[in-house]
């Protein structure tokens, strides 16, 4: 599971990974994600944050 920003950005034309560049690395540099390729996961210790990361990512997608 995770989010495949490759994918989305095909089918919806919305470069999350783009959007959200700067917490994508803080949350995989202390170990609440990992970025294999295109697709993003949470790891245990992101699944804590899940509502909040995810929010914040789609809120900068829409630009508020």
Request: without cysteine; proline residues 2%.
């Amino acid at each position: 599971t995770g989010i495949d920003f490759e994918l989305l950005t095909e089918r919806y034309g919305v470069d999350l990974r783009q959007a959200n560049a700067a917490e994508i690395a803080r949350l995989t540099a202390e170990g609440s994600a990992t970025l294999q390729g295109s697709v993003f996961r949470l790891s245990p210790k992101g699944y804590l944050l899940a509502d909040e990361i995810s929010g914040a990512f789609l809120a900068r997608a829409a630009g508020a």
